[in-house]
């Protein structure tokens, strides 16, 4: 089956791609500094707060998924300019343009940082960020089923880390979790807010579906996707609060990284850093898909069939950007936070509100065609 959709490639994406897009967008970036952010609010408790998330994130996928079913040829973009009109479908994709800039720039500018900070030290923001702004052009600039087969590869070439972070494990003390909810359910739900910036990305969904081949498919995947995230933060959650006493694990931005210290082979020094190279494209493959949606929306309000031009005006914004303003860790959390509020709006209130809307025009529909 051939999707085909107004300014787009004819391609397709199967669904293990549909699964590793959703889990990618996800994953990346948060995981190395959300068991601080967790103990920090909840204590070793805040695994409990990843599972609570995973319901939330789930019931909000079925709903998009629901939504998309109304029109599934296209974009969430599209459904809105066939059932509310071309204006409110430029404006929609104006919010979403702006949306994706936002969780693209501040995830890509944080990934620089990152870089900066484990790897190059000595190098000026602006160099690393374009040294990975010209690889990540050529990913982004052509069509979503080339991005699902990077994503895919990225997958299967890195899943081994995970296994190295588990011998860590051997110096884990898991007495530390005990007793649970030792300080009730209130910590717990304030952690739940915590989990709205890692989980960030499964809103993709209403851009992916069009695209998936076999669409009755969408809300299994949509399931292993969130799983898939779920599973791999509670692992790297539960290890790292195993490893750290209570009050430590605050101590450091980075707990994964500091655990992967005692590790030691005789062929290779610092493992964290060999480590974190490969984390690279981790991070990447999250950053690429945001960095796609957003070209791809403001291509949508531009009324253009193709986005590449808007891959490089977003590069160069972001370049432009850094120079103009130089970005800290400090600066990218007032920009996270910004962001955490939009996100609520976009993958939380939005969905609600049109799906409630599409279920009341579908059963007024139902029944005037019944009479």
């Not at 391609?11 to 967790?38: D, K, W, Y």
């Not at 910036?197 to 992916?208: C, R, T």
Request: positive net charge; contains cysteine; hydrophobic residues 55%.
């Amino acid at each position: 089956m051939v999707v085909k959709m107004a300014g787009n490639a004819k391609e397709t994406i199967s669904l293990l791609q549909f699964i590793l897009l959703i889990h990618s967008a996800q994953f990346g970036l948060g995981v190395l500094t959300l068991p601080r952010q967790l103990a920090e609010k909840s204590g070793t408790d805040g695994w409990i707060a990843i599972i609570l998330y995973w319901f939330l994130a789930t019931a909000v996928s079925f709903i998009m998924i629901q939504i998309m079913k109304n029109y599934p040829q296209g974009t969430i973009i599209d459904l809105i300019s066939h059932y509310f009109g071309q204006w409110l479908g430029k404006a929609a994709a104006a919010v979403f343009a702006f949306y994706f800039a936002v969780f693209a720039g501040s995830a890509f500018i944080r990934e620089v940082l990152f870089v900066k900070l484990w790897v190059l030290r000595g190098s000026a923001v602006p160099v690393i960020l374009l040294l990975l702004a010209v690889p990540s052009y050529l990913v982004v600039r052509k069509n979503i089923s080339i991005l699902g087969r990077y994503v895919q590869i990225v997958f299967f070439m890195t899943m081994w880390t995970m296994f190295v972070y588990f011998l860590t494990f051997k110096e884990a003390q898991f007495l530390h979790l005990l007793p649970v909810l030792k300080e009730g359910w209130k910590p717990i739900f304030e952690a739940v807010k915590t989990l709205i910036l890692p989980f960030a990305g499964f809103e993709i969904i209403l851009f992916l579906y069009p695209y998936l081949k076999n669409k009755d498919k969408a809300a299994v995947g949509a399931v292993i996707a969130n799983t898939l995230t779920t599973v791999m933060y509670l692992a790297v959650s539960i290890g790292a609060f195993a490893f750290f006493s209570p009050d430590e694990i605050t101590i450091y931005h980075e707990p994964e990284m500091m655990m992967l210290k005692v590790l030691e082979f005789t062929f290779v020094e610092r493992l964290e850093i060999a480590l974190f190279s490969f984390y690279l494209f981790t991070m990447s493959s999250t950053v690429l898909p945001v960095i796609f949606f957003t070209a791809f929306c403001f291509s949508k309000f531009a009324g253009q069939k193709k986005h590449d031009k808007f891959v490089i005006l977003f590069l160069v914004f972001v370049l432009l950007f850094v120079f103009v303003y130089p970005p800290t860790y400090e600066n990218i959390k007032y920009m996270q936070e910004f962001f955490v509020k939009c996100t609520l709006i976009v993958s939380f209130a939005f969905p609600l509100l049109l799906g409630g809307y599409m279920w009341l025009y579908n059963r007024w529909k139902t029944k005037g065609a019944a009479q």
